[in-house]
């Protein structure tokens, strides 16, 4: 994000875009696409994703169980910090930590996206979405979590007041509707140790398939950090901030 902290809590980014394709997406799509690439992503291997369906019919009490799989491509910056997921009319871009900036990270997603527009030709953009999760860890003793988050679960008098754990979610509604952020905030105590650790997930999205051009990409990223900087540094109080620094 473009507060710098000294330890930034940011595990994974991830920038998804997810489209509807006019041309052919084969072998040849993919070196074309690899060449484009590989200068900052010289490494690539074959990933695969393993589904079970499960299909039942009460009338004649019968259950089906179709299990399948399918590959997709990957390709890895040589510190394998970076990378890139790459199945048909799904592209993604993930940075993993240490994230050092928006601005390290933002012409990232600018070459890939851009050298998958120039090697096949889509029809429409269906979801783009950029995601940020955070993990840190908070010292247990005589914790009070007013005093450090701003979102969290609140807990009325005739509730019992000490918690073990907690799950706190959240959709945001940003540019009229257009766009949704959903925020996912909660914690696990570490075993054998006296700190907890809590983890924040923002997801923002692009809600309407089709609802921005090609053109506007690069708008609607800067505006979807803007909006996910902006409640990561509500959600959290100063006490929280000073732990990053």
């Given amino acids: 994000m473009d507060k710098q902290y000294k330890n930034s809590p940011i595990t994974e980014v991830i ?6 394709l006019e041309d052919i997406f084969d072998q040849k799509t993919v070196d074309l696409f690899f060449n484009e690439v590989k200068d900052k992503f010289p490494k690539k291997k074959r990933g695969q994703v393993h589904q079970v369906n499960f299909e039942i019919n009460s009338k004649e009490q019968k259950q089906n169980i179709d299990n399948s799989s399918y590959d997709f491509d990957q390709f890895f910056s040589d510190d394998k910090k970076k990378l890139i997921q790459l199945d048909k009319e799904r592209l993604s871009i993930h940075k993993l930590k240490p994230y050092d900036s928006w601005r390290e990270f933002y012409p990232i997603i600018s070459l890939v996206f851009n050298s998958y527009i120039k090697v096949i030709k889509i029809k429409s953009i269906q979801r783009i979405g950029l995601r940020y999760i955070n993990n840190f860890e908070i010292p247990s003793s005589s914790f009070d979590i007013e005093q450090y988050f701003n979102l969290r679960p609140i807990m009325e008098k005739g509730l019992p007041q000490n918690l073990a ?6 959709v945001f509604v940003f540019e009229d509707g257009r766009d949704n952020m959903k925020v996912q905030f909660l914690n696990s105590p570490l075993a054998g140790s006296d700190k907890t650790m809590f983890v924040l997930d923002m997801d923002y999205f692009l ?5 921005i051009q090609i053109d506007e990409v690069d708008r609607w990223i800067a505006n979807a950090h803007k909006n996910v900087e902006n409640v990561f540094e509500a959600a959290l109080k100063e006490k929280t901030k000073a732990l990053f620094d």
């Fill in 15 to 20: 920038c998804e875009f997810r489209f509807e």
């Fill in 165 to 170: 754990s907690f799950m706190v979610g959240t």
């Fill in 207 to 211: 809600t309407n398939p089709n609802s």
